[in-house]
Structure formats: C-alpha cells, structure tokens
C-alpha cells in the first residue's frame, strides 16, 4: 500500500485532512476524490492532492463528463479507501469503475466492490473507524 486513493464526503474534510496526514507520515502518496455539493459555493481550500468534483462536470442524471472519467482512469493508485458516510451517486460510479488491487469501505454496499470493509458505527467518528482499519492492516502483514 504505497498509492492510496481516499474518496470522501465533503463534510468530513476535517477528520479526512487528519487521515491523509497520518498516511503521508508513514511514507504514503495519497490522493482524495471529493464532489462539490449543490449547496457549495466552492468557497473551501481544499490542498492540491484533492480532486473537487464540481457540478459542472456531473449530468443532471449523475453522469461525470467524459474528462473526469479519462483522468480518473489514468489516475497512479494501488489501494482505494472508501471513506464516504453518505450516498452520493458520482462517488458510487468512481468507486463501481476503481482500479485498485485492493479496495477498503467502512458501509455496505448493495454489489461487492470491497476487499475489506470495516463498518463504521453509528457513533463513531472517522478517524475512530480508521484506526481499526489501520489496526486490522499493521497485524495481518
């Protein structure tokens, strides 16, 4: 796990800032897909490693625009790490078409897409379940 692609809500960019942090610390290259929301004026700074979908590249029938879909296909990553807590159509149809070798959620899904899912529980916070998620990778090396 040395390219890691993180997709996220939006709203958890705070804790996911804190994730991808503790990812580059131990030596990772992290990459993290997002979509503007309609309500988004675009106005957060996100830092450069963070791809902002924005509406004018999703269809009012949630498709991407056919410039997101080659960038995210050429896009360098081995691990992809679902970290989205709420259904969002476009971060759906990125993660059904990743690449990854292997693929990591913390909620289910209604078609098998992960390799490891982690449930995040109703209480607990992102980095909570991305402890057990680094927890559970450090013992099975």
Do not use: H
């Not at 209604?110 to 559970?136: P, R």
């Amino acid at each position: 796990m040395k390219k890691i692609l993180i997709l996220f809500t939006r709203e958890n960019w705070t804790e996911i800032f804190q994730i991808s942090q503790d990812l580059k610390e131990m030596g990772k290259e992290v990459v993290l897909w997002t979509v503007q929301s309609g309500k988004d004026g675009g106005d957060q700074a996100y830092p450069p490693e963070v791809r902002v979908i924005s509406q004018k590249d999703v269809s009012k029938w949630m498709g991407l625009s056919s410039q997101v879909i080659d960038e995210f296909e050429k896009l360098p990553y081995e691990t992809l790490l679902d970290l989205t807590t709420k259904n969002d159509k476009t971060l759906l149809f990125l993660l059904a078409n990743n690449s990854a070798e292997f693929c990591i959620g913390i909620r289910e899904q209604d078609f098998k897409v992960y390799d490891l899912i982690i449930l995040k529980e109703e209480d607990a916070n992102l980095l909570e379940t991305y402890k057990q998620i680094k927890f559970y990778l450090n013992n099975i090396r």
